[in-house]
Antibody, heavy 120, light 107 residues
Framework: QLQLQESGPGLVKPSETLSLTCTVS??????????WGWIRQPPGKGLEWIGNIYYTGNTYYNPSLKSRVTISSDASKNQVSLKLGSVTAADTAVYFC????????????WGQGTLVTVSS | DIQMTQSPSSVSASVGDRVTITCRASEGISSWLDWYQQKPGQAPKLLIFVASSLQSGVPSRFSGSGSGTDFTLTINSLQPEDFATYYCQQSNIFPLTFGGGTKVEIK
């Protein structure tokens, strides 16, 4: 059974960089069938797509975050990483990683999510 | 970016009711529309993909329809475990975008 687990600091200071890792077990991130993505949800609000990465290394980002976001992957560790720079309180959210089915376009597996709070 | 507009933002219903949620895209997305259910403190769960295909393991009381710009999620005979927030998401083109959500509450 595929499992995704987000990890990283729960508290980040304003202007610093948020760094999260998604560890995938039960499947390979090197599959050509899937993208691996990040989605976030501010407390009490809706879902916002951050970006996806393909096994080739190709990345696709939300234009609203593109200047601050980097998504990368490490096939040897079966991990996908998210870096979001110059954070503010508006970046406080639960961050989810997910597997995105490339041919038919949906997130079919999600991590449990991790809350990141931006505060001094 | 394609904007996704859901309505209503919330609905009160009773067990056994039929609930209909609509999602409108700001431009045509063919059938590239997915529906998710999210309960408090949990990750979203895929219900419907490509507008009308039921994800494996999802009860048949959930159904989706539509194409182009207008889509519908219907829950027939609402069950206690269906009280949750529902989101649509277009998968036609990057950037992926979600609707604002519809909260289904107990009447």
């Amino acid at each position: 059974q595929l499992q995704l687990q987000e990890s990283g600091p729960g508290l980040v200071k304003p202007s610093e960089t948020l760094s999260l890792t998604c560890t995938v077990s039960g499947g390979s991130i090197s599959s050509s069938t899937y993208y691996w993505g990040w989605i976030r949800q501010p407390p009490g609000k809706g879902l916002e797509w951050i970006g996806n990465i393909y096994y080739t290394g190709n990345t696709y980002y939300n234009p609203s975050l593109k200047s601050r976001v980097t998504i990368s992957s490490d096939a040897s560790k079966n991990q996908v990483s998210l870096k979001l720079g110059s954070v503010t309180a508006a970046d406080t959210a639960v961050y989810f990683c997910g597997r995105y089915n490339k041919p038919t376009g949906y997130f079919d597996y999600w991590g449990q999510g991790t809350l990141v709070t931006v505060s001094s | 970016d394609i904007q996704m507009t859901q309505s209503p933002s919330s609905v009160s219903a009773s067990v056994g009711d039929r609930v209909t949620i609509t999602c409108r895209a700001s431009e045509g997305i063919s059938s590239w529309l997915d529906w998710y259910q999210q309960k408090p403190g949990q990750a979203p769960k895929l219900l419907i993909f490509v507008a009308s295909s039921l994800q494996s393991g999802v009860p048949s009381r959930f159904s989706g329809s539509g194409s182009g710009t207008d889509f519908t999620l219907t829950i027939n005979s609402l069950q206690p475990e269906d009280f949750a927030t529902y989101y649509c998401q277009q998968s036609n083109i990057f950037p992926l975008t979600f609707g604002g959500g519809t909260k289904v509450e107990i009447k």
